[in-house]
């Protein structure tokens, strides 16, 4: 597998030269991101400036050109990472093929171990997590997909570190020298870790023996078992660990327990590498990777960025007109926010989009053609992210590094589904003047999780974590309805219903025959069945394979319109925001495991 280590960061010891063709406005883009993402997701415009070192206007400018794109949110004079900026990282991801083919399998090891078990790739002189299937304990691994660790103190940085030549162990000492306690690396609690001797010795015996430990490198209590896997070619593509807590293993215990069942896991994984290889090889002519046309999808961050009624036409649904797609989008941007939108920002940024899935490495001419940029537009915008360290070069092929991940992936792969959607709410219930919920399934009840509530002298007071009988709430029968038949059949027999109201529904037969309609006509409105004088209509909301993970409504008195008012006015505006809400959802949960509560 062609290597994917990342450049030397710009304020890495010995600097490099920013090159003269370089596009500054996407070197200032790049470093609001990473400003936000060493935040936790959120600054304020002042601190964004202080953080970046960018004037005022300039930070003004670019925030506003990543909210056009819908990569960040603005709320006031706050910053806030979105959803959609994961598909830089998801385009890495898929282009680095691993945890599309080796993830599934790590979530199958980590349930029969019972231990947390991740993947990682080198990145320079450390290492970035690309999967994560952890355990939920009270003593849990916090890391996060994207996650930078310093290589000496980690168990796959001794295996990575056993193969350095002597220009990366060079490249180690200096960052050391410079950073002796690691506080470039946000992610691990501050400390000097192994010395130079101590990681030396460390990496020598992980060659020697083919695994690694870190017994407690990174903080006290933490043990870890590391392996590598390697692909068709024998290089070792990433590495897989076994993590765990000294309230559970010592690092001995750890490897004679893990060891063996690792060891053999990975002999299967390999396998599937080596098959995947070789299928792939043999659908290609040359049995050399080729650039392939990438959809809308993939190339479009732009897509449905605008909010609703911001006038930005979307990118068409084909691959064909998709280079048109964003000459259309930047055009309009620019016609509509003037100054205040920075085209040569979000090109560069789109240029990230054209790698994916069959398309890890692309020359010039592909990229060029796949995002609808002129050749020369998209060569600086490469050279541009080459010298910031998210493009690698091998001959005249472009590949992402995992640096990419650094562009937010650590922070919004985290995000529950509840956070994700607030926004959303918030901007329906603007919009429609009434209250705006998320909720879950939970056995008989629906339970509140995000929640919006208008400010009236007659309103909705529902907090979040409040549950109601779900056969009485239009959240509850949406997503009841889209139970297979047998299962909707065996909830119904296994509850009581209630009469809430005069008018609540109680009959078996006739929930059934309301479900049933509901699943049809795929919404759900109910009238004064919770509470006399409340009305509400709900709608389903999906994940990336088609299930319905939760529900949205809009609850309002019944004083304030008809049923019939309820379905013209209401139920477009409900049908605007959950397609946002699942279209972020689709995005986030593409790699990253998305938390229902």
């Not at 043999?282 to 990777?289: D, E, F, I, N, S």
């Not at 009238?527 to 409340?534: I, P």
Request: proline share 7%.
């Amino acid at each position: 597998m062609p290597s994917t280590e990342t450049a030397p960061a710009p304020d890495a010891p010995h600097e490099p030269e920013v090159p003269q063709e370089a596009v500054a406005p996407l070197m200032r883009g790049l470093a609001v991101l990473r400003g936000l993402t060493d935040a936790d997701g959120a600054l304020s415009l002042s601190e964004l400036e202080r953080t970046t070192g960018l004037a005022r206007s300039t930070v003004d400018r670019v925030t506003g050109t990543l909210a056009r794109m819908g990569y960040v949110r603005l709320d006031g004079r706050d910053v806030f990472l979105a959803p959609r900026l994961m598909e830089l990282g998801n385009a890495y991801l898929a282009a680095l093929g691993l945890p599309g083919l080796l993830g599934r399998h790590a979530d199958a090891l980590a349930d029969e171990l019972d231990e947390s078990v991740s993947l990682a790739v080198a990145d320079g002189d450390g290492i970035r997590f690309v999967h994560q299937a952890t355990r939920r304990r009270a003593m849990s691994l916090s890391f996060r997909i994207g996650d930078l660790l310093p290589a000496e103190r980690t168990a796959p940085g001794a295996l990575f570190a056993a193969d350095w030549t002597g220009t990366e162990w060079e490249r180690w000492r200096s960052r050391r020298a410079a950073d002796p306690r690691s506080a470039g690396f946000p992610a691990v609690p501050p400390g000097t870790g192994p010395d130079e001797k101590e990681f030396t010795a460390s990496a020598a015996r992980a060659a020697e023996r083919g695994w690694s430990m870190d017994d407690q490198l990174i903080e006290p209590g933490l043990v870890a078992l590391a392996l590598p896997v390697r692909d068709a070619e024998g290089a070792v593509a990433c590495v897989a660990s076994v993590v765990s807590h000294t309230s559970r293993h010592t690092a001995d215990s750890l490897r004679e327990a893990m060891l063996p069942r690792l060891r053999t896991a990975i002999a299967e994984w390999e396998q599937l590498l080596e098959r995947h290889a070789r299928e792939t090889a043999a659908q290609l002519p040359t049995g050399r990777a080729q650039p392939a046309t990438p959809g809308a999808h993939d190339l479009a961050p732009y897509a449905q960025a605008a909010p609703q009624g911001a006038g930005a036409p979307h990118a068409p649904g084909d691959a064909a007109g998709a280079s048109v797609g964003l000459a259309d989008w930047t055009h309009a941007s620019k016609q509509e926010l003037g100054r205040g939108f920075i085209e040569s920002l979000a090109r560069g940024l789109t240029v990230l989009t054209a790698f994916g899935e069959d398309r890890s490495a692309l020359p010039l001419t592909a990229v060029a053609e796949a995002t609808g940029l002129a050749r020369a537009t998209a060569r600086r915008a490469l050279i541009t992210l080459e010298h910031l360290g998210y493009v690698g070069v091998d001959g005249r092929l472009f590949r992402l590094t995992p640096r990419v991940l650094a562009l937010g992936f650590p922070y919004l792969s985290r995000m529950p589904l509840p956070q994700i959607a607030a926004p959303h709410l918030a901007e329906l219930s603007g919009r429609v003047h009434d209250s705006a919920s998320l909720a879950v399934l939970a056995g008989a009840d629906v339970r509140y999780t995000a929640r919006v509530a208008t400010r009236r002298v007659m309103s909705v007071h529902i907090t979040v974590g409040t549950r109601f009988p779900a056969h009485a709430t239009s959240l509850g029968r949406v997503m009841l309805a889209d139970l297979p038949p047998e299962a909707r059949a065996a909830w119904l027999e296994s509850i009581e219903p209630e009469a809430l109201t005069p008018s609540t529904v109680t009959s078996r037969a006739e929930l059934a025959a309301i479900l049933e309609r509901v699943r049809e006509q795929r919404y759900a409105l109910v009238d004064e069945e919770l509470e006399q004088g409340l009305r509400s209509i709900a709608l389903p909301v999906r994940d990336r394979a088609g299930t319905v993970v939760a529900a949205v409504n809009v609850a309002m008195h019944s004083s304030r319109r008809t049923v019939d008012e309820c379905v013209g006015e209401v139920l477009p505006e409900l049908r605007a925001t959950v397609a946002r809400i699942e279209d972020d959802l689709r995005t986030a949960g593409r790699f990253a495991r998305v938390s229902e509560a």
